[in-house]
């Protein structure tokens, strides 16, 4: 879907008032005053000194950006805004474009992040997400979660550097999301690690065979491999390291089957590793697998983890390639699956009540709440029609805002415009609100 930015979204709200004006300054003083001229306020002012007293002019540009000054005084023949508070930084060669408006733009911005708040879930984000493989043992093994774009979440690196790489750049495989983690060495034989000290389920593979799979693009030919690394509590250690033959400069499934793990142990660690110093290795859709069936997948951060709503699960029953999950382009779906959401360690998870082959994707639809933002360029993923829904309410809450604060005399017309903005959304119902996804009976 398309996303609106923050700034458009308040001029949207503007406009459907006629509180918005925006125009290029022509000087912005500084030293002990602060104000703007701008010769094409001319243009608006009834040539009266007065007219744009009070009202709040936000710069949207500029070394000045973002701060919001009230007027105090307006000058029409020389078309000066003068403002409250301290000085203003220099502006530079460029001078700035700004914006004036009788509503605080701070309330502005302020009601349409309650309205997105309340419209939930009339107007959503939604989800579709096939990130998730069935029987699947590491968590986060499709490397969407991150923290930060250079922190992968539950992995931590040891001579080596994390980065999260975009789709679209040619360093992303596969159907499962957005990004590859980017894994630069800093010295010799430098990883990234998943650790049963971070997950301690990943002990459940002691005494079993395990498979696991990888795919690798790498900058040097032969630098990535899967190492499995385990610790018994005497001190007994294993390294078990995989060879398949990687080409620089395109993706490789590294294949690291039937491995056999030491039992009684403390410790295991999965390593995604970087021989060479100074290079680096994109590494995409972790598979592991011990031969037991898994009914409980932790659901990923952006999308499902924290306010999303689950509607419908598929598993993929088929595909070309040896492992399903694999497909570029899976085709092949099953009816609705029964699930539930149980929540443990502070966290969510889908719990499946069938029974699923190894190695299918998981196919988690769903929506949750628009995105919130707070800087002007932040967005929402909504545009066309059913923004007008969105502007309807939020000057619904601008209105009720403002009533607080007003005098006596004011509280009327503020009630009445209120009730006018909240009538004009719910008459607009029927035609802009989006259709829930039709969901599946849970356990």
Request: hydrophobic share 35%; proline share 3%.
């Amino acid at each position: 879907m398309a996303t609106t930015t923050l700034s458009a979204l308040v001029q949207l709200v503007s406009q459907q008032i006629d509180d918005w004006l925006s125009f290029d300054t022509t000087t912005v003083s500084t030293g002990t005053t602060a104000a703007i001229t701008a010769s094409t306020l001319a243009n608006y002012d009834d040539a009266s000194s007065d007219y744009y007293v009070d009202r709040w002019l936000y710069f949207t540009e500029g070394t000045n950006i973002s701060k919001e000054r009230k007027v105090k005084d307006y000058l029409s023949s020389s078309q000066t805004v003068k403002l409250r508070g301290v000085a203003l930084a220099a502006a530079g060669a460029t001078q700035p474009t700004v914006e004036l408006h009788r509503f605080r733009r701070a309330n502005k911005v302020l009601a349409i992040r309650r309205a997105i708040e309340e419209v939930f879930p009339l107007l959503y984000k939604p989800m579709d997400d096939m990130t998730l493989i069935t029987n699947n043992i590491p968590i986060n093994a499709s490397f969407q979660d991150w923290s930060s774009s250079t922190a992968l979440r539950y992995w931590t690196a040891t001579n080596a550097t994390q980065a999260r790489t975009s789709f679209g750049s040619g360093t992303v495989r596969g159907a499962s999301g957005l990004y590859s983690a980017q894994v630069s060495a800093s010295a010799a034989n430098g990883y990234i690690v998943l650790s049963s000290n971070t997950q301690p389920s990943l002990l459940d593979m002691m005494g079993k065979s395990i498979s696991c799979y990888v795919w690798a693009y790498p900058q040097t030919a032969d630098d990535p491999t899967i190492v499995i690394y385990t610790l018994q509590a005497d001190g007994t250690a294993q390294t078990l390291t995989s060879t398949t033959a990687c080409p620089a400069g395109a993706w490789t499934l590294i294949e690291f089957e039937d491995q056999s793990l030491n039992d009684d142990l403390v410790t295991i660690q999965i390593r995604l590793k970087v021989e060479t110093n100074g290079q680096y290795c994109y590494f995409s859709d972790l598979f592991v697998r011990d031969g037991v069936s898994r009914y409980d997948y932790q659901l990923p951060y952006d999308s499902f983890q924290t306010d999303g709503v689950i509607s419908q699960v598929r598993y993929q029953t088929s595909g070309y390639s040896d492992i399903p999950a694999y497909d570029l382009q899976p085709r092949h779906w099953s009816e609705k699956l029964q699930y539930d959401i149980v929540e443990y360690n502070d966290l969510r998870w889908l719990r499946l009540k069938d029974t699923l082959p190894s190695g299918h994707r998981l196919w988690v639809k769903g929506y949750r709440r628009l995105e919130d933002p707070s800087a002007d360029t932040d967005t929402i993923t909504l545009d066309g029609r059913r923004l007008n829904l969105l502007v309807f309410y939020a000057l619904h809450k601008l209105y009720e805002m403002e009533r607080g604060m007003a005098s006596s005399e004011d509280k009327e017309w503020l009630s009445n415009e209120s009730n006018y903005w909240l009538a004009k959304f719910k008459m607009s119902l029927p035609g802009l609100m989006m259709t829930p996804i039709s969901g599946t009976q849970r356990i």
